[in-house]
T-cell receptor
């Protein structure tokens, strides 16, 4: 059974701080990693995807992947109240490549 | 604009009734998926389809049925056999079928309440 683990939170950070969201996965042959943001009552929207070890930056967002340690993280710099949402980690592995989702981490950015 | 349209947004049904949720996409994506989300839970896969006239069960297919007669459409029927149907249902699609680097794009969801 492929597992994707996230701390449910809530993670509370002050406005302007760096928010760090973490995700671990169990399947060593996982190849693709995605971060989605989901506002309350809304559907998930893709923020970042990462496929290789290291960092990938897009604006205020940085995804970090470490396949040896089987974790992927999302850093949000200069956090804004509008970043308050649940962040879902999704992992695709070999074989069927159907993504497995974590339960998500709730982020609260307070003014 | 291209996208995925789910309808209706809210759906109310009496226990024992079958109900069909609509999902249409104009992104020309090959693969389509149905997920269920319960409060505080992640997304659980119900069914997926890589090509027209073919679909596969996901992790929680019992009590659900689907069809894929057209590339653009992937309706989900929640049958009376589904014991706890009240949930938020999400339809998604991806461009490369189930290729490794293809992210999912989601519709806006249908919130089903069964009483």
């Amino acid at each position: 059974q492929k597992e994707v683990e996230q701390n449910s939170g809530p993670l509370s950070v002050p406005e302007g701080a760096i928010a760090s969201l973490n995700c671990t996965y169990s399947d060593r042959v996982s190849q693709s990693f995605f971060w989605y943001r989901q506002y309350s009552g809304k559907s998930p929207e893709l923020i970042m995807s990462i496929y290789s070890n290291g960092d990938k930056e897009d604006g205020r967002f940085t995804a970090q992947l470490n396949k040896a340690s089987q974790y992927v993280s999302l850093l949000i710099r200069d956090s804004q109240p509008s970043d308050s949402a649940t962040y879902l980690c999704a992992v695709k592995s070999g074989g069927s490549y159907i993504p497995t989702f974590g339960r998500g981490t709730s982020l609260i950015v307070h003014p | 604009d291209g996208g995925i349209t789910q309808s209706p947004k809210y759906l109310f049904r009496k226990e024992g009734q079958n109900v069909t949720l609509s999902c249409e996409q104009n992104l020309n994506h090959d693969a389509m998926y149905w997920y269920r989300q319960d409060p505080g839970q992640g997304l659980r896969l119900i069914y997926y389809s890589q090509i027209v006239n073919d679909f596969q069960k996901g992790d929680i297919a019992e009590g659900y049925s689907v069809s894929r007669e057209k590339k653009e459409s992937f309706p989900l029927t929640v049958t009376s056999a589904q014991k706890n149907p009240t949930a938020f249902y999400l339809c998604a699609s991806s461009i490369e079928g189930t290729g490794p680097n293809s992210p999912l794009h989601f519709g806006n969801g249908t919130r089903l309440t069964v009483t």
